[in-house]
T-cell receptor
C-alpha cells in the first residue's frame, strides 16, 4: 500500500507565471483535498475533488483550479502567480468526501514565487 | 464561520516534562476535533481525535478531551520525549458532504535532552 505522494518537492516561479502541482492518492482513496500552508500558519482548505468533480471550495480565487483523473490522482493549477502564493501546498486523500478521519496527507510541495 | 485558536509558540521543554498546548474553537455546528502533528519534511499526521462532547482522544501518550462548555480541546502529555519535537496543529471539521479541516496556526514544540 503506497502513501500519498506529491511532485515536485520544491519549485521556484516568478510572479505572473502558472504552476501545476501533482498528487498521487493513497491506494483505494477516491477523494483528494488540497490545502495551502503559508509559513508559520496552519493549512487552509483550497478545494476537494471527488470522482473527478469539485466537491467543495474554500476562500480562494478562481485562478486556483484543479483536476482529478480516473485513477484519482489530482493536479492543482495556479495561474497568474502572486508573491503571496508562496507556501507549502499539501494534498490529502481519503476514502470518501466525509472521511476526514481516514485522510492521509502527502509531504507537500514548497512553492516560492519571486 | 469556524475558527481555531491555538496557544502561541514556540514551546521548549526538557525531556520528561509535562506538556499542555491549549486549543479553543468557534464553530457554527457540532464539529469533530483533531490534533495533527507535522515532523520536519513530512506530511501532517493525525495524532488523535474526538467526535462528541466529553470524548477523550488518546494516542502515543497524548490526550485531549472535547469540552463543549469551554469550546476547548487542549493537548496534554505527561512526559515528553525528544522525539516528540514537532509542530502540533489543532483542527476541527464540521459534518457535511465535503468535510474540510479548519486548522489553528500551529505550535512548535522542542524537547531538549
Amino acid at each position: 500500500e503506497t502513501g500519498v505522494t506529491q511532485s515536485p518537492t520544491h519549485l521556484i516561479k516568478t510572479r505572473g507565471q502558472q504552476v501545476t502541482l501533482r498528487c498521487s492518492s493513497q491506494s483505494g482513496h477516491n477523494t483528494v483535498s488540497w490545502y495551502q500552508q503559508a509559513l508559520g500558519q496552519g493549512p487552509q482548505f483550497i478545494f476537494q475533488y471527488y470522482r473527478e468533480e469539485e466537491n467543495g471550495r474554500g476562500n480562494f480565487p478562481p485562478r486556483f483550479s484543479g483536476l482529478q483523473f480516473p485513477n484519482y490522482s489530482s493536479e492543482l493549477n495556479v495561474n497568474a502567480l502572486e508573491l503571496d502564493d508562496s507556501a507549502l501546498y499539501l494534498c490529502a486523500s481519503s476514502l470518501d468526501p466525509a472521511g476526514v478521519e481516514t485522510q492521509y496527507f502527502g509531504p507537500g510541495t514548497r512553492l516560492l514565487v519571486l | 464561520g469556524n475558527s481555531v485558536t491555538q496557544m502561541e509558540g514556540p514551546v521548549t521543554l526538557s525531556e520528561e516534562a509535562f506538556l499542555t498546548i491549549n486549543c479553543t474553537y468557534t464553530a457554527t455546528g457540532y464539529p469533530s476535533l483533531f490534533w495533527y502533528v507535522q515532523y520536519p519534511g513530512e506530511g501532517l499526521q493525525l495524532l488523535l481525535k474526538a467526535t462528541k462532547a466529553d470524548d477523550k482522544g488518546s494516542n502515543k501518550g497524548f490526550e485531549a478531551t472535547y469540552r463543549k462548555e469551554t469550546t476547548s480541546f487542549h493537548l496534554e502529555k505527561g512526559s515528553v520525549q525528544v522525539s516528540d519535537s514537532a509542530v502540533y496543529f489543532c483542527a476541527l471539521s464540521e459534518r457535511g458532504s465535503a468535510r474540510q479541516l479548519t486548522f489553528g496556526s500551529g505550535t512548535q514544540l522542542t524537547v531538549l535532552p
